[in-house]
């Protein structure tokens, strides 16, 4: 199963409201959704893993870490992210990292 993170994107938020609507006008069952969803979750892993290859460093003090279910998570303060030619600054950030090799994206599938 690949990771439901993306979920919770613009993109992601935007699929399920619309498949929220088609399944109240009882245009696809909720399985159908369901399978949409998985899908999606699928596709866009693996389009992140191999598509991106842009790199941005970041610096800030670490005010929170946590490791579970292979799942890690940083709250980050005072963050400076630094491209080539841009700087952007911010108070508070939080960082969100899986695995991306046990991210369930099976060529067999």
């Known amino acids: 199963m690949a990771y439901q993170l993306y979920r919770n994107t ?8 619309s498949l929220d609507e088609l399944i109240q006008t009882q245009q ?4 159908l ?15 992140l893993a191999s598509r991106v290859r842009n790199r941005v460093n ?13 799942v890690w998570t940083f709250v980050l303060n005072d963050v400076e992210f630094r ?10 950030v939080k960082i969100v990292a899986c695995d991306g090799k046990n991210s369930g994206s099976n060529a067999a599938e």
């Open 33 to 47: 959704a369901l399978q949409v969803l998985l899908q999606f979750d699928k596709a866009i892993n693996a389009a």
């Open 83 to 92: 491209e080539v030619t841009e700087l952007v600054k911010v108070d508070k």
């Open 28 to 31: 696809i069952t909720p399985q």
């Open 10 to 17: 613009t993109l992601g938020n935007s699929l399920q409201e």
């Open 58 to 70: 970041f610096r800030g003090s670490l005010n929170t870490y946590r490791f579970c279910d292979n």
